[in-house]
């Protein structure tokens, strides 16, 4: 019986080792194309979302603004933005929207 139990405690606590091996799952979209000249800005933007219902409000308004302001003229062109979104545990989501552009 001793065996029994010592053998399924193995086995779940190498399943454990195993599903928590893996919980940061990253997901990423980007829309980019450079071209032209310039001086280049780059900004970044990060918030916390959870159980993928409460996604963070204004995150790429507020990384276009940090992106804009950055410009005296507030003039950019060959804008690039990707969002990339961390995942740990399925429980809580870290997103992040990255932008890079030149000013006119």
Known sequence: ??????SLLRSLALSVCLLLSACVLIN???????TG???AVHSEYSDYGILHLTAPANLTSNANSALASQCQSGMLSDV???LSVRDWFLVVQYY???TAARCK
């Open 28 to 34: 990423s979209g980007a829309i980019s194309e450079s």
């Open 80 to 82: 690039q933005t990707e």
């Open 96 to 98: 992040t929207v990255t």
């Open 37 to 39: 000249g310039g001086s």
């Open 1 to 6: 019986m001793n065996k029994l139990v010592v």
